[in-house]
């Protein structure tokens, strides 16, 4: 299903520029973005996967990840075709690096409108939407769409996205989008052009920004690839940064496993996680997790004031351990995140 475009601007014969991401791609008529999901028809863009995700699953929050967002909630998950970068590493390619169009044909691709995602949370008790598997900014009318249903219905919506979103399109979500997870994939330009396809500096101003001028509740993930992003150097300064952003911000590090194009590297071991685990918190970031792995230490949250246990976690088996969400029972020190429906970063 088509829709036209929410942002764009008419260049000359017939070209028209996508506003959507830092590509800013000039389309050709008859071609596509970088995403290979934004079309240019007779000097129109229009997002080519509009309502027709190719996965749409209830999944626990906590797998997005967001740990300081309503611990325990399912989250209706939704993704289609299609990706504004090409990571080499992609852990989720078969849908976001899906170019072939007689591979698309073969997956089996929904007609679900936004209604449809919004009445199922209704009906079933969910009290999230989050846009994930691919990036959402790609399919971004069909987010905003939904997202704004949902937020008049008092379900909350999240991203989890490589924050390579224009400022544009994040200043037009914002009002309706309660949570975001970014992928900060490393902390050099060089590994954003070479790896990626992308850039550093639009994530990291746009990571900024919303920890600092929006109400939209944020965390961070980093996927450590052994000898890409993973020195000590490197991992001293991303945390250093996202800790002068705020050292509320919370920052999973988490392992990487072969796949895709990048089969010759090694898993991630466990010593790398904890000692980026440690990194974070020399830092001065107060929330640190490692993921992809099983450690129930370093997946747990402790309060930052007295170090009491607050919420178990072991995969996706997640206990609270406090009676009053975000208050730790300890010392009466207040966690930083969104703990019940109506609360506030």
């Excluded at 070479?194 to 961070?220: F, S």
């Excluded at 792995?293 to 009491?308: H, I, L, M, N």
Aim: some cysteine; aromatic content about 10%; hydrophobic content about 35%.
């Amino acid at each position: 299903m088509n829709k036209e475009a929410y942002l764009s601007q008419t260049l000359s014969g017939g070209v028209v520029q996508c506003q959507v991401c830092e590509h800013f791609c000039a389309i050709k008529p008859g071609g596509t973005g970088k995403c290979g999901v934004r079309r240019n028809e007779d000097g129109t863009i229009y997002l080519t996967v509009y309502a027709e995700p190719v996965a749409v699953h209830v999944d626990p929050i906590e797998k997005k990840p967001l740990f300081h967002f309503l611990p325990r909630s399912g989250a209706l998950s939704v993704g289609t075709f299609g990706c504004n970068l090409r990571c080499s590493f992609c852990q989720n390619w078969q849908m976001s690096q899906a170019w072939d169009a007689a591979d698309r044909a073969a997956r089996q691709v929904q007609q679900v409108p936004p209604e449809a995602l919004v009445n199922t949370c209704l009906r079933e008790g969910i009290p999230i939407i989050a846009y994930t598997y691919n990036e959402p900014t790609v399919f971004y009318e069909y987010t905003y769409d939904t997202a704004k249903l949902a937020h008049q219905q008092g379900i909350k919506n999240v991203y989890v996205s490589n924050g390579f979103m224009s400022q544009a399109a994040l200043d037009m979500i914002e009002p309706y989008l309660d949570g975001i997870n970014v992928d900060l994939k490393a902390f050099t330009d060089e590994f954003y052009r070479e790896q990626c396809g992308g850039r550093l500096e639009p994530v990291k101003r746009n990571i900024t920004h919303i920890a600092r001028e929006t109400d939209i509740w944020i965390e961070v993930t980093t996927l450590l690839i052994p000898g890409l992003n993973d020195s000590e150097e490197e991992l001293q300064e991303m945390a250093a940064w996202l800790a002068e952003v705020s050292p509320d911000l919370v920052w999973h590090v988490t392992a990487f496993h072969p796949d895709y194009e990048m089969l010759e590297r090694p898993p991630t071991s466990q010593r790398a996680l904890a000692r980026a685990y440690e990194i974070g918190k020399e830092a001065g970031l107060r929330y640190v997790y490692v993921g992809n792995v099983r450690d129930a230490d370093r997946e747990s949250t402790y309060c930052p004031e007295c170090g009491k246990k607050l919420i178990q976690r072991h995969w996706y088996s997640v206990q609270e351990m406090w009676s009053g969400g975000g208050v730790c029972p300890g010392c009466g020190h207040a966690l930083a995140g969104v703990w019940s429906t109506g609360g506030e970063p």
